[in-house]
């Protein structure tokens, strides 16, 4: 059992940064697959960015390629999204998630989310 607290959200002009963390519970974070998605208001939940368990390997949705930095730090059982040169489609409710051991679509637990807001 995994679960996760999102933390870091919040309203910011176009071009800002902001740095998203995802607390996990449980001793075996390290074998986790952890991805970022996010919902716009009236839109479904999209991919975001995964990071396998090892943080080897990192996966990134078109849209925020070069923009978006995923990383994890497996001794805080924490992985964090670093966003730059946001824009106002970027606004949405972001959550972590957790996959056991290798990357795919579908992910076992969710943590409740956090508001990002980029106003123009």
């Not at 991805?35 to 939940?45: I, L, T, V, Y």
């Amino acid at each position: 059992q995994v679960q996760l607290a999102e933390s870091g959200g919040g309203s910011v002009q176009a071009g800002d940064s902001l740095r998203l963390s995802c607390a996990a519970s449980g001793r075996t974070f390290s074998r986790y697959v952890m991805g970022w998605f996010r919902q716009a208001p009236g839109k479904e939940r999209e991919f975001v960015a995964a990071i396998s368990w090892s943080a080897s390997g990192t996966r990134y949705a078109d849209s925020v390629k070069g923009r978006f930095a995923i990383s994890r730090d497996n001794a805080k059982n924490t992985v964090y999204l670093q966003m730059n040169s946001l824009k106002p489609e970027d606004t949405a409710v972001y959550y972590c998630a957790a996959r056991w051991m290798a990357m795919g679509p579908d992910y076992e637990y969710w943590g409740q989310g956090t508001q990002v807001t980029v106003s123009s």
